[in-house]
């Protein structure tokens, strides 16, 4: 009896538990050279709204993406919104889902339709009512509302510019 207590005590120390403590994700980073491709993106296509996924990997509570995926705009009013269909070409999770305002009356985050429609876990607004970036905002989607994320531009924690 005492054996086996003993050989089950070993087992459990030869095979130590990781303990997985589920931080909530409170920042995305976009990379300069993840940063230069989607305002690229954006400023190509103005006035029309772009999107697009952004690969990520996770570091504790950042999501740091790792690529740029641009997505077609299958909308019929591109000027105004932005929808497409999450198929093979979206990354897997963790990603970012994100597109540009590019109206100077659209807000700078979300918008009641946005937050309707997104079937996403993380969003990312780009504001560029001119063609050029002026403001990032980032969400997550939560049990009853989007709540919005910190957006930094690498690991110095510089935030990018919020509108
Ligand atoms: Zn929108």
Redesign the pocket.
Known sequence: MCDSLTKRKDCHIGSPKIIVVPWPIRVIVVPPPICASIESHITTHHPEEAGGFLDCVRRGRRLRATRHVPIVNDSATPERR?ETTVDGRAPPPPRVFY?S?TSPRSVSG??QI?ERSIPETFAL?VFAPHGNALSYRGFKRGLLNWQELRIEADQTAKQLPRL
């Open positions: 932005f597109h305002h979300l918008t946005d607004v």
